[in-house]
């Protein structure tokens, strides 16, 4: 049993998205201290918004308690704030932990 040649059109895409991922991935061992804490960064940010979310819908059916909210709330602003120090501090924007998924959209709600 021996395999079918792919047809020329599917060879040609499959090249072209090749070269694409090889655009894309930046080795440079200037740069990847950065690049790895940028996926680090969005990560630890997708988390946080989904926490965040979380936590506000949790207040809006009352189901937690003032000093709870309270703690929430703080915590919250504090890692917030260290998300913030830490792109600061690497040289990322907001954005720039925004991955673009392709067709997906944007991994963030902007």
């Known amino acids: 049993m021996t395999a079918e040649p792919a047809p020329p059109d599917t060879t040609t895409r499959l090249v072209r998205a090749a070269n694409e991922v090889s655009n894309r991935i930046n080795a440079e061992p200037d740069t990847i ?15 946080r918004q989904l926490v965040e979310r979380q936590a506000l819908r949790r207040v809006d059916q009352g189901d937690l308690t003032e000093d709870e909210e309270e703690r ?39």
């Open 33 to 47: 201290e950065r690049d790895l804490m940028k996926l680090v960064l969005t990560v630890v940010e997708l988390l």
């Open 72 to 110: 929430i709330g703080l915590t919250l602003m504090l890692l917030e704030d260290r998300m913030t120090e830490l792109r600061e501090r690497f040289g990322l924007s907001q954005e720039d932990l925004n991955l673009d998924l392709g067709p997906l959209g944007p991994l963030l709600p902007r």
